[in-house]
Nanobody
């Protein structure tokens, strides 16, 4: 089974920085997309940032120029560097990958359990 484990969440002051990481383990042939989502209480889950393929990055307008998504050379770990954090960034952040376990198998989505990020003074 493929498993995603997020880490790096916590409490930070407005204007501060935080770095999230997500490590994928298990049988992985290829990863198409690695992404970060977030969900605040009473709100729908939203896409924050994604790496499509190997290096093409996309960001939600609300985090553009503040957050940076990256991944390691093995393509099994994704990071989210969050700078200039605002209270509205407070949410549970989830890692998602679109992967296949074998060459002739289809891609499917795999989700992590989430990590809490709280921005408060």
């Amino acid at each position: 089974q493929v498993q995603l484990v997020e880490s790096g969440g916590g409490l930070v002051q407005p204007g501060g920085s935080l770095r999230l990481s997500c490590a994928a383990s298990g049988s992985i042939f290829s990863i198409n997309t690695m992404a970060w989502y977030r969900q605040a209480p009473g709100k729908e889950r939203e896409l924050v940032a994604a790496i499509i393929g190997d290096s093409a990055a996309n960001y939600a307008d609300s985090v553009k120029d503040r957050f940076t998504i990256s991944r390691d050379n093995a393509k099994n770990t994704v990071y989210l560097q969050m700078n200039s954090l605002k209270p509205e960034d407070t949410a549970v952040y989830y890692c998602k990958t679109k992967l296949k376990e074998r060459l002739l198998s289809p891609y499917y989505d795999c989700w992590g359990q989430g990590t809490q990020v709280t921005v408060s003074s």
